[in-house]
T-cell receptor
Framework: SAVISQKPSRDICQRGTSLTIQCQVD?????MFWYRQQPGQSLTLIAT?????????ESGFVIDKFPISRPNLTFSTLTVSNMSPEDSSIYLC??????????FGSGTRLTVV | GQQVMQIPQYQHVQEGEDFTTYCNSSTTLSNIQWYKQRPGGHPVFLIQ?????EVKKQKRLTFQFGEAKKNSSLHITATQTTDVGTYFCAGSGGSNYKLTFGKGTLLTVNP
């Protein structure tokens, strides 16, 4: 299965600032997915990132708040902009691998103070 | 939109007891997947079920997909402390490749 390197693994940020999370995959993939997991909760899809086109955002998530880049088939970034304490969460990238399900990065644990 | 309900939310067992978590979708699914997330970790894929009535086994874990492809279960026989974690079901429906996750069942095992 694919190996995903995600960083940073954790960060503590001041409100009003922005954080960019990076995911590097060891193989070329068409779609990459970004999820948010609030403490003790399930995973919520933020957006789907395709190479060469704008990301597709789910209801409740907007590009101005969560801009995504997908410059090539192995890399993507998610930025959490103008952060507030409500953005404190774990952010995960993932790729789909057919019958082998989804492979997730190790996650970024974000605390906004 | 598609909703996936999962129960129970928590389950505490003695080591050696069995454990089952149940998943129910509001719509017919094309497939259902199961993931395990250890405390502090990220979700790890366990299995995918595609066919109506399908049953798959992985050692002490048994996965079932309902006949109507709207429900699923994960059963663990004789739990061990290494089984501790949150088990999520996740379904996708029709031409929609997106996964909808259940809320998960947190399993704790008392040695």
């Amino acid at each position: 299965s694919a190996v995903i390197s995600q960083k940073p693994s954790r960060d503590i940020c001041q409100r009003g600032t922005s954080l960019t999370i990076q995911c590097q995959v060891d193989s070329q993939v068409t779609m990459m997915f970004w999820y948010r997991q609030q403490p003790g909760q399930s995973l919520t899809l933020i957006a789907t990132a395709n190479q060469g086109s704008e990301a597709t955002y789910e209801s409740g998530f907007v590009i101005d708040k969560f801009p995504i880049s997908r410059p090539n088939l192995t890399f993507s970034t998610l930025t959490v902009s103008n952060m507030s304490p409500e953005d404190s969460s774990i952010y995960l990238c993932s790729v789909e691998e057919g019958q082998y399900g989804y492979t997730f990065g190790s996650g970024t644990r974000l605390t906004v103070v | 939109g598609q909703q996936v309900m999962q129960i129970p939310q928590y389950q505490h067992v003695q080591e050696g007891e069995d454990f089952t978590t149940y998943c129910n979708s509001s719509t017919t699914l094309s497939n259902i997947q199961w993931y395990k997330q250890r405390p502090g970790g990220h979700p790890v894929f366990l299995i995918q079920l595609v066919k109506s009535g399908e049953v798959k086994k992985q050692k002490r874990l048994t996965f079932q997909f309902g006949e109507a492809k709207k429900n699923s279960s994960l059963h663990i026989t004789a739990t061990q402390t290494t089984d501790v974690g949150t088990y999520f079901c996740a379904g996708s429906g029709g031409s929609n490749y997106k996964l909808t996750f259940g809320k998960g069942t947190l399993l704790t095992v008392n040695p």
